[in-house]
């Protein structure tokens, strides 16, 4: 099982001079199955780019939530326009409108100029919240994490490893939201957004400071701890300061995601 991270800024895509080497778009992560058939974490502005390297003709995507930074690239997902391409999405039970009718609104007049009913493959929704479930040869779990709305974290296993997505947490006003998602974990992707200086002006936005991303890895003895979920007022070297700041708290190697960077699961070394 190989992860690769297509974007990894949360709240706002940054372009620009300042975002160059950790990557400015949003969150999205490409998993490789057993059988080949992709699986994407999330669907931020990185997924533009991961949509135009696909030729599958089955696609799953797993939204953790419907907050514009993980949905933002949706419409711009070019197997969403090939009619001979299957794409099933899956996301948390929403209030008030079905998870399939909050994003087919989305993908509609005035969010999007392509009417739903235009867009060319097949496309199912599913709604699990709490669920377990086996698809292309890996085990899935889910479970709702502390963030405003309703939002999940995910977690992947196979034979020789588990990777855990949780690009937003608040682990600082519920010790316990998502640490069974990620006990164990070979790679861990959690929220690791602010500075304490900033989450003390931040408390109940759904992130997580420095300090509490440690202690959740730490609590939860994942293998390896990737920082994700980048702020987009952080330029490149405030993200070099902020990983060394993190790195000084922990007790165990702590790395930060790079949009580009590729992780294979199993022995877990990181590679650009």
């Known amino acids: 099982m190989r992860a690769t991270i297509w974007g990894c800024r949360g709240s706002l895509a ?18 490789q199955t057993p059988t080949g058939v992709p699986i994407v974490l999330d669907a931020g502005t990185g997924i533009r780019a991961l949509g135009a390297t696909l030729d599958a003709r ?23 326009f090939r009619e001979d391409c299957a794409v099933t999405i899956w996301g948390p039970p929403q209030e008030g409108l079905s998870f399939a009718d909050r994003v087919r609104a989305w993908l509609s007049p005035p969010h999007f100029p392509v009417p739903f009913e ?18 292309e040869g890996l085990h899935f779990s889910c479970a709702r994490v502390r963030h405003p709305g309703p939002t999940l974290g995910y977690r992947i ?31 861990l992707f959690h929220d690791a957004q602010y500075t304490a200086e900033e989450y003390a002006t931040r408390v109940g936005w759904g992130h997580s400071a420095l300090a509490d991303f440690v202690s959740f890895t730490e609590r939860a003895g994942v293998g390896r701890a990737v920082m994700f979920h980048h702020d987009p007022a952080h330029s490149d ?11 000084d708290l922990a007790e165990r190697p702590i790395d930060i995601a790079v ?11 990181v590679s650009h």
Not at 16 to 27: C, E, F, H, I, K
Not at 237 to 247: H, I, S, V
Not at 259 to 269: F, K, Q
């Open 14 to 31: 940054t372009p620009g001079t300042a975002t160059v080497r950790y990557g400015g778009n949003t969150s999205c992560v490409a998993l």
């Open 58 to 80: 089955r696609v799953h995507l797993l939204l953790t939530h419907l907050h514009l930074d993980h949905v933002e690239g949706l419409g711009f997902f070019a197997p969403l």
């Open 118 to 135: 235009r867009l060319g493959a097949a496309i199912d929704f599913v709604e699990v919240e709490g669920e377990s479930w086996e698809l």
């Open 157 to 187: 296993e196979a034979d020789d490893a588990t990777f855990a997505f949780i690009p937003d947490n608040e682990p600082a006003l519920e010790p316990g939201s998502g640490l069974a998602l990620a006990a164990g974990a070979s790679v």
């Open 237 to 247: 070297e405030q993200l070099d300061e902020m990983r060394l700041a993190a790195a």
């Open 259 to 269: 949009e580009g960077m590729a992780v294979d699961l199993a022995s877990s070394p």
